[in-house]
T-cell receptor, first 116, second 112 residues
Framework: GAVVSQHPSWVICKSGTSVKIECRSLDFQATTMFWYRQFPKQSLMLMATSNEGSKATYEQGVEKDKFLINHASLTLSTLTVTSAHPEDSSFYIC????????????FGSGTRLTVV | AQKITQTQPGMFVQEKEAVTLDCTYDTSDPSYGLFWYKQPSSGEMIFLIYQGSYDQQNATEGRYSLNFQKARKSANLVISASQLGDSAMYFCAATGRRALTFGSGTRLQVQP
């Protein structure tokens, strides 16, 4: 089946530094990638939608200058958390649509970010 | 846009018994898809079952079945013969061809 490889699985960084999270579609072309954030014991909240070759669409309340999304190719989308702070500590997970039907979504394995 | 409501923050079930996890939805899309995902402590999202809004029959996948009542806008997940490995968070989700919208989740604990 369609697989999205997400790296790193976990990362610890210092406040003020930037962290890049990658999602690669391994055996299909992901024209659209969805980025979610999940705080402990909460649901997945959509942060942004990235489309290959165009600017990402951010959800209301998500700082586009802080969460930089790049979708430069059909197989790679990246999320960069810039100038990270402890409140950015969260679980970040990407998802891609596979095919044209309603039922085709696949998820990366997620990245647990801890900012100290 | 979709809104998903899961009213059970936590549920307990005895091993080998069946359990129903509730989900109601609200959507303005004329056609849509409904999903259930399992999220163990590792964080990965495991797809369980899918129901299309125009599907005439309720979806089933092994021990999982989706009780779809369109008029009531509900899409409850039924897990039969619960196993200890079923202990996890369960999320109901919906889509109208955009990103999935998730409910708040239900933590299921299966007791031996």
């Amino acid at each position: 089946g369609a697989v999205v490889s997400q790296h790193p699985s976990w990362v610890i960084c210092k406040s003020g530094t930037s962290v890049k999270i990658e999602c690669r579609s391994l055996d299909f072309q992901a024209t659209t990638m969805f980025w979610y954030r999940q705080f402990p014991k909460q649901s997945l909240m959509l942060m942004a939608t990235s489309n290959e070759g165009s600017k990402a669409t951010y959800e209301q309340g998500v700082e586009k200058d802080k969460f930089l999304i790049n979708h430069a190719s059909l197989t790679l989308s990246t999320l960069t958390v810039t100038s990270a702070h402890p409140e950015d500590s969260s679980f970040y997970i990407c998802s891609a649509r596979v095919g044209r039907g309603f039922d085709g979504y696949t998820f990366g394995s997620g990245t647990r970010l801890t900012v100290v | 846009a979709q809104k998903i409501t899961q009213t059970q923050p936590g549920m307990f079930v005895q091993e080998k018994e069946a359990v129903t996890l509730d989900c109601t939805y609200d959507t303005s899309d004329p056609s849509y898809g409904l999903f259930w995902y399992k999220q163990p402590s590792s964080g990965e999202m495991i797809f369980l079952i899918y129901q299309g809004s125009y599907d005439q029959q309720n979806a089933t996948e092994g021990r999982y079945s989706l009780n779809f009542q369109k008029a009531r806008k509900s899409a409850n997940l039924v897990i039969s013969a619960s196993q200890l490995g079923d202990s996890a968070m369960y999320f109901c989700a919906a889509t109208g061809r955009r990103a999935l919208t998730f409910g708040s989740g239900t933590r299921l604990q299966v007791q031996p």
